[in-house]
T-cell receptor
């Protein structure tokens, strides 16, 4: 059974600082997704990672995938208040379309 | 395009009542999903469908039923509502025949309370 874990669960950081969110999963997967959710809102797609070593960047966020370690990271560079949200990774076991979400990381960026 | 539309947005049910959460997408997506999100938690997959007439169970299917008679619609049925089903329900869709690089598109959610 596929399990997806994120850490940390909560992250409070100052503006301008860097930090990394981790997403570990338990079985072989050929795709991993990152989503953002603002309080009381729906989910918005950030990144799709499909191969080992894949790296995607958008603004102050950079996501990477290591399929051998079954690990994805979401790196935040020089955080700003607008990045405050909950971030989820989602994984599907290879050959399936049954997506399992991580527990989420609630990020709060302090001015 | 409206994307993924969920109705109703809010609903209060009494224990034992039944209801159907509606989900419609206008993007001609073949894959559709139902998730629930409990307060402060991640999303749990309830059911999903890979096309009209085909559905499969997710992580937490007990107490729910689905059907997929058309590409556009994927309703979720709650039978005999219980307080444990109080949650926010999200419907999502994607078009995976174009390759796995297509993320899911989510509706705005239905906030359901069972008292």
């Amino acid at each position: 059974e596929l399990k997806v874990e994120q850490n940390p669960l909560f992250l409070s950081m100052q503006e301008g600082k860097n930090y990394t969110i981790y997403c570990n999963y338990s079985t072989t997967s050929d795709r991993l997704y990152w989503y953002r959710q603002d309080p009381g809102k729906s989910l918005e797609s950030l990144f799709v990672l499909l191969s080992n070593g894949a790296v995607k960047q958008e603004g102050r966020l950079m996501a990477s995938l290591d399929t051998k370690a079954r690990l994805s990271t979401l790196h935040i560079t020089a955080a700003v208040h607008d990045l405050s949200a909950t971030y989820f990774c989602a994984v599907a076991t290879s050959g399936t379309y049954k997506y399992i979400f991580g527990t989420g990381t609630r990020l709060k960026v302090l001015a | 395009n409206a994307g993924v539309t969920q109705t109703p947005k809010f609903r209060i049910l009494k224990i034992g009542q039944s209801m159907t959460l509606q989900c419609t997408q206008d993007m001609n997506h073949n894959y559709m999903y139902w998730y629930r999100q409990d307060p402060g938690m991640g999303l749990k997959l309830i059911y999903y469908s890979v096309g009209a007439g085909i559905t499969d169970k997710g992580e937490v299917p007990n107490g729910y039923n689905v059907s997929r008679s058309t590409t556009e619609d994927f309703p979720l049925r709650l039978e005999l509502a219980a307080p444990s089903q109080t949650s926010v329900y999200f419907c999502a869709s994607s078009y995976l025949d174009r390759g796995p690089n297509q993320p899911q598109h989510f509706g705005d959610g239905t906030r359901l309370s069972i008292l």
